[in-house]
């Protein structure tokens, strides 16, 4: 954790496919530096021995609200930090029925306003994201905008980081 930023920490796996042990990862650092964590599993697909919120993602309206209503219920728990383990499906869970451009702006702010909430909890957190979350930029390559934006708002915006255990 960071002495500047206590509540935040982000993971990011360098080779972030499935099955590579990101979720197994962020459950054995909590487990390491004596911390109690809650899973919000958005992809159902953490097998780790954390406990894991159930929660019903049905629709843009209800996925967001079920997450804000989630962390303000954390918020009042004994849990002192939240692990959101399918960051990148997040956010395209949250595009709504808008026309045209619309439903990004809609998905940004929501995005945001679920950020806001992780903060207002007092609560570590730890974002996992698949490998596709990387930032690459380069003559043959370049990540797509949401790649960019989810980067650029969780890194800078939210005084994230990875840390020296990677």
């Known amino acids: 954790r960071s002495t500047l930023f206590p509540y935040t920490t982000l993971f990011r796996s360098r ?13 054995e650092y909590c487990k390491e530096h004596g911390l109690n964590p809650i899973v919000i599993d958005i992809d159902d697909t953490n097998y780790t021995d954390s406990d894991i919120l159930d929660l019903t993602f049905t629709n843009d309206i209800k996925t967001f609200n079920a997450i804000k209503e989630a962390i303000q219920h954390i918020g ?12 990148s499906s997040l956010i395209e869970m ?17 995005f945001k306003q679920i950020l806001k909430a992780i903060r207002a909890s007092g ?13 690459v930029c380069n003559d043959d390559y370049q990540s797509n905008k949401l790649i960019i934006k989810v980067n650029s708002i969780v890194n800078e915006k939210y005084h994230c980081f990875i840390d020296a255990d990677g």
Request: glycine share 10%; no cysteine.
């Open 15 to 27: 080779s972030g496919n499935d099955g590579t042990g990101k979720s197994t990862f962020a459950s």
């Open 76 to 87: 009042k728990s004994d849990y002192d930090t939240i692990i959101l383990d399918g960051v």
């Open 94 to 110: 949250l595009v709504s029925k808008d026309p045209g451009i619309k439903k990004y702006e809609v998905r940004n702010d929501r």
């Open 123 to 135: 609560k570590n957190i730890i974002f996992i994201g698949q490998a596709d979350m990387k930032v």
